[in-house]
């Protein structure tokens, strides 16, 4: 059974960081694409940012150049760095396999307070 357990989120002021960790179970990890995405209250689930299993990325114009996206094969483990916060980036936060998506773990919150 696949597991995407998210931890690190919290609460920070505008302009604070935040690293992010998504431990992935139960399933092949590091072929496959990984994705960071986030649903505010009222608003869709939308993706930030992504990577391949050889490292390239891509990301959210809303976050380009603040957010960085990193794995850890061995450790099967994804990491978004979230730097200069601001209050439009508060929402859950998720980790998922991009091309055939497992069930969406409880994610984890960030609140960026202004």
């Known amino acids: 059974q696949v597991q995407l357990v998210e931890s690190g989120g919290g609460v920070v002021q505008a302009g604070g960081s935040l690293r992010l960790s998504c431990v992935v179970s139960?399933?092949?990890?590091?072929?496959?694409?990984m994705g960071w995405y986030r649903q505010a209250p009222g608003k869709q689930r939308e993706m930030v940012a992504r990577?391949?299993?050889?490292?390239?990325?891509n990301y959210a114009d809303s976050v380009k150049g603040r957010f960085t996206i990193s794995r850890d094969n061995a450790k099967t483990t994804v990491y978004l760095q979230m730097n200069a916060l601001n209050p439009e980036d508060t929402a859950v936060y998720y980790c998922?396999?991009?091309?055939?998506?497992?069930?969406w773990g409880q994610g984890t919150q960030v609140t960026v307070s202004s």
């Open positions: 990577i391949s299993s050889g490292g390239n990325t």
């Open positions: 998922n396999f991009v091309v055939t998506p497992s069930a």
């Open positions: 139960g399933s092949v990890f590091s072929p496959k694409i």
